[in-house]
């Protein structure tokens, strides 16, 4: 069974980079052509799509957030990181990873994902 478990600080100063890491466990992030992906949820709002990074390495990124973005995987340790640079307190959100085996890019619920962490708290203040 894929496991997935974010991890990261929960308290971000304004103006630095929030970086979490997304460990995957039962499953290999470079097999099976699954697609691995940032969500967040700000408080009293919908779910929003950040970024994937594939099976392969390609990146996707949402417009909105691409200059602030960067995903990335690392194939030896089974895991891929989110940075989110220059944050602002619009930033604070819960954060999940999720895969699945296409580009997700609208979503509703986290159930759209085959597979999702629990979800990180990351509040920007200072």
């Known amino acids: 069974q894929v496991q997935l478990q974010e991890s990261g600080p929960g308290l971000v100063k304004p103006s630095q980079t929030l970086s979490l890491t997304c460990a995957v466990s039962?499953?290999?992030?470079?097999?099976?052509?699954?697609?691995w992906s940032w969500i967040r949820q700000p408080p009293g709002k919908g779910l929003e799509w950040m970024g994937t990074?594939?099976?392969?390495?390609?990146?996707y990124y949402s417009p909105p957030l691409k200059s602030r973005t960067s995903i990335s995987r690392d194939a030896s340790k089974n895991q891929f990181t989110l940075q989110l640079r220059s944050v602002t307190p619009e930033d604070t959100a819960v954060y999940y990873c999720?895969?699945?085996?296409?580009?997700?890019?609208?979503?509703?619920?986290?159930?759209?994902?085959?597979?999702r962490g629990q979800g990180t708290q990351v509040t920007v203040s200072s």
């Open positions: 999720a895969g699945s085996a296409g580009l997700r890019t609208v979503i509703r619920t986290m159930d759209e994902y085959d597979y």
């Open positions: 039962g499953g290999s992030i470079t097999g099976n052509l699954y697609y």
């Open positions: 990074v594939t099976y392969s390495g390609s990146t």
